[in-house]
């Protein structure tokens, strides 16, 4: 790795924007130079808590020539405009989930990137947990036999206060979904990249219990291009709240993952792992700050390496499209 570093300017200092600090502030090679916000008081707290510069707005952000790349932690309905108007200023992008709120907009950012030739990565730290390719690579090698079922279960719990703090939470012009595009999206990307794409056979989708103006409950049936049945079931009205489990059953054995650990394997018959014999990284289940920042630093690496050509991008805006546009195959299909 040579000695340079790439240098970050983060816009949107509200509770993520702290994960992207601490992740990149245990990077040798990355910077964090200084942050912008709607809100320059805030930005102005934020940037003293990390050392850094306070910008009065984005535009003074994209226009310092000390700003390689940038990390965008505004609401989901800001993420499109956001970093087309980073590409166009010619910086690399750390984009959080979800992409954009719809397949258009995620086709534009991806129309930008070619244009620009930047790179963006979308937050999808999932994909690089260990034991998360171990199944993928068991997937791809047959060891489940034929797959019969694939079963995402997401249900989280949300204080009706976690949608009131926040003007823009549980409406469909800045959140453009609830437990799918929110809190779900990580799952989602997960059980694609792990098992492949997947049509929508039927959903249901309800606001149960929060008011607000997106859904707290959806289950859908999938029928994978492998051949495997499955389900996606999600929520933020279930209490406590539960971990995530993605479950790969197949004719000769069965994977269980629990947030991104291995709970059950079982390979050509041979039982490998039965319990989970340590911890995850941290979930979100009942408290969205609760999140382990391990795997978005690996995430981070991989963008900054693939930045100074030494390694492959492992996540770019083609990839972090393949969640957004199921989600909303599953908001419309009835």
Not at 177 to 202: P, R, S, T, W
Request: hydrophobic share 40%.
């Amino acid at each position: 790795m040579s000695e340079k570093k790439l240098r970050f300017g983060i816009l949107g200092c509200g509770l993520i924007a702290d994960f992207h600090a601490n992740a990149l502030r245990a990077i040798e090679y990355a910077e964090l130079v200084g942050a912008a916000d709607n809100s320059i008081e805030r930005a102005k707290q934020y940037a003293e808590r990390y050392d850094i510069k306070a910008y009065a707005n984005y535009e003074e952000m994209l226009a310092d020539d000390e700003i390689d790349a940038v990390c965008i932690c505004t609401p989901s309905g800001f993420h499109a405009e956001n970093a087309i108007q980073a590409l166009k200023a010619n910086k690399h992008v750390v984009l959080e989930k979800p992409m954009a709120l719809t397949v258009e907009d995620t086709e534009k950012i991806i129309a930008e990137t070619k244009k620009t030739n930047k790179l963006l990565t979308v937050i999808s730290q999932l994909r690089f947990s260990k034991e998360v390719n171990r199944v993928k690579n068991l997937v791809k090698e047959g060891a489940f036999g034929q797959l019969v079922f694939c079963d995402l279960n997401m249900r989280y719990w949300r204080e009706p206060t976690y949608y009131s703090s926040s003007p823009w939470k549980g409406t469909i012009k800045m959140d453009g979904g609830g437990a799918l595009m929110n809190q779900g999206v990580h799952g989602i990307d997960l059980m694609l990249y792990i098992v492949g794409d997947a049509k929508v056979v039927k959903s249901v989708n309800r606001t149960a219990f929060h008011d607000i103006e997106v859904e707290d409950a959806s289950v859908s049936i999938l029928q994978f291009e492998n051949g495997a049945m499955g389900t996606v079931s999600g929520s933020t009205c279930t209490y406590p709240g539960f971990e995530r489990t993605f479950e790969i059953l197949g004719t000769e054995g069965c994977a269980i993952i629990r947030e991104n650990k291995i709970e059950k394997l079982v390979v050509h018959g041979e039982t490998l792992i039965d319990g989970i014999e340590e911890e995850g990284f941290a979930g979100g289940t009942a408290d969205p700050a609760a999140i382990d920042t391990l795997v978005h630093k690996k995430q981070l690496k991989n963008f900054i390496k693939a930045v100074f050509g030494e390694e492959e991008l492992l996540i770019d805006a083609t990839e972090g499209k393949r969640a957004v546009k199921l989600i909303r195959e599953i908001y419309t299909n009835k």
